[in-house]
């Protein structure tokens, strides 16, 4: 009895041994992520008083004023766009219900910054649509707002973003069902009332979600405000980097504009976790819009739907047939294999750590590890910018101490951390990490606790656990990682733009080098091809969206 307590004493210590090996591999991931931030905020000791001055004269007061206009216009726009198209397609019918309800997820394959230089091509003054209002009115004898404007970026990004708030309010809508609302109709209240009494409070959680991660997004953003000329944080980022060549301050201001990210981070996992989603069997039956009710809806849908997706392909399509010829050539087919090799290995190392994160969770059922996985999957709400910052001066301390100790035995590695592709695969891993684990972490949920039980009293090893049980059955969800994260590496632009070696550039950087030559036409054919691949994703979400709510349908 007692030989047979100390052995099973013994596997115990050693299965723990090596479980501890996976729970660093967690700490490893998270110091990535936290690495880059602490240098951030670490650069305010080489204080630079004279850039400073020059920035509080020249640029300051503006950024800010731009950055919060921005993200109050964004929020709104988001807020009132999505929060009526997932109303209209989950409780209400109408023509045309049944294809908008999924159509309307499509700008999501639609880059911000696409979008923004297309909407300029069509509604400047030498674009398509005023030289029309000029032939038939005459000039000067219409109006038109002015495209190039304040509220011309504010649109752009509300077309391009609504569909995280319409995704998650419309998901919280189904939860709910038609009989709630009947329910409180019973008791007096009109649709009208009831919806803002009883719908929107219950939804309340999955908006500000929805709004926090569209609100990231903005700040995030550097195509869409450089396209525009609006000056943002992440504008003066890259500007300081490039024309002052002054990381310092290109440091600091990444770290003023991480502030504005750490609080819409907050805001985004405190309703995160206040969101409770009790669903029904069927949704009921949904109010019938008729007259002209049911066609203002149907119009009001397809308006946006052609405005954010569908103008804009048409408008690609017809730069790229009249220009192909100039621009699918060497040029276009390797910037194609930049991008495909840079997203096919980003989102392969992208996977394997949200597989380490996910199995070292499963494994240890800690604190330390909890912690961990959190602070590792906070990438997702970091700027590319701010990312790019962060490893660039982590790479150049790294490489001055390392050069300095490789010269006793006269030894001259170069450059090879900061003008090399590590940087750049390391920025697209922290950024894109927990796009990776969600799928990753999803799948791992519905394996059942007793078949790791099993598993491991029949001596299987925690590795052995990972090949012969784990990945079989997260072979879905390690494919939906992958895909996820290779369409956002492809159109990831601020970090490609600051951590691109010479000679690789991608298809968002071609985007950029003509959009800001104001040469829109040779924008459209690296652009037309990110949309396409952007569309896999959005095929993705729609097929599990429906399939999620099968029961709920009508």
């Known amino acids: 009895m007692t030989i047979k307590l100390s052995d099973n004493l013994g596997k115990n210590f050693s299965y723990l041994f090596k479980v501890n090996g996976w729970q660093w591999s967690s700490i490893l991931l998270a110091f990535l992520v936290v690495m880059p931030l602490l240098v951030i905020f670490l650069s305010w000791l080489e204080f630079d008083r004279q850039i400073w001055q020059h920035l509080a004269d020249t640029l300051l007061i503006d950024l800010l004023r731009n950055t919060l206009v921005l993200l109050l216009g964004v929020g709104l726009g988001v807020l009132l766009l999505g929060v009526s198209l997932a109303w209209l397609t989950t409780l209400c019918e109408f023509p045309g219900r049944r294809w908008l309800s999924w159509a309307l997820m499509l700008p999501l394959a639609m880059p911000a910054y696409v979008l923004a230089f297309v909407i300029i091509g069509l509604f400047d003054f030498s674009g398509p ?16 707002p002015p495209i190039r404007s ?7 990004m509300v077309l391009a973003l609504y569909p995280y708030v319409y995704m998650l309010a419309r998901v919280a809508f189904l939860g709910q069902g038609q009989r709630l609302m009947e329910a409180a109709q019973s ?24 709004m926090a991660l569209a609100l990231m997004e903005t700040l995030a953003d550097f195509g869409t405000v450089a396209v525009f000329n609006y000056d943002t944080f992440t504008t003066a980022i890259y500007k300081s980097w490039y024309s002052l060549f002054n990381l310092a301050a290109a440091a600091q201001l990444a770290s003023l504009l991480l502030l504005f990210v750490l609080l819409a981070l907050f805001l985004e996992r405190r309703q995160r976790h206040q969101a409770r989603y009790h669903a029904e069997n069927r949704c009921g039956r949904r109010y019938v819009l008729k007259g002209w009710r049911a066609w203002a809806a149907t119009l009001f849908a397809l308006t946006i739907l052609f405005v954010a997706f569908f103008i804009p392909i048409m408008q ?17 087919f390797n910037l194609l294999s930049n991008t495909l090799l840079l997203g096919f290995f980003a989102a392969t190392l992208t996977v394997i750590a949200g597989l380490l994160l996910g199995f070292s969770q499963r494994l240890m059922r800690n604190a330390v590890t909890r912690f961990s996985v959190s602070i590792a999957t906070l990438g997702y709400a970091l700027p590319g910018s701010v990312l790019a910052v962060g490893i660039m001066l982590s790479f150049v301390w790294f490489e001055h101490y390392l050069q300095l100790g490789l010269a006793f035995f006269n030894i001259d590695i170069g450059f090879v951390l900061s003008g090399g592709l590590l940087g750049l695969l390391l920025a697209y891993v922290v950024r894109f990490m927990a796009v990776a684990y969600n799928p990753i972490e999803s799948g791992l949920q519905r394996i059942r606790p007793s078949l ?9 090893a925690p590795r052995e656990l990972l090949w012969r049980l784990y990945l079989p059955l997260l072979r879905p969800g390690l494919m939906a990682g992958f895909l996820l994260v290779f369409v956002d590496v492809m159109k990831e632009m601020p970090a490609t733009l600051l951590l691109r070696p010479f ?17 829109w036409q040779r924008a459209a054919l690296p652009a037309l091809t990110l949309i396409i691949i952007g569309l896999l994703p959005v095929i993705f979400l729609v097929k599990r969206q429906q399939l999620g709510h099968q029961v709920n349908s009508v």
């Open 129 to 144: 649509i005023q030289s029309l209002l000029r032939e038939w009115f005459g000039r000067g004898n219409y109006w038109i």
């Open 150 to 156: 304040e509220g011309g970026v504010i649109l752009v």
């Open 187 to 210: 008791l007096g209240l009109s649709p009208t009332a009831a919806f803002f009494q009883v719908a929107l409070p219950m939804a309340r959680p999955a908006i500000a979600a929805g």
């Open 316 to 332: 690609l399509l017809y730069w790229v047939w009249h220009y192909f010829s100039r621009d699918l050539d060497a040029r276009y």
């Open 452 to 460: 790791h039980e099993a598993a491991r009293g029949l001596g299987a």
């Open 503 to 519: 000679g690789w550039d991608t298809l968002a950087v071609r985007i950029y080098e003509m959009t800001s030559e104001g040469e």
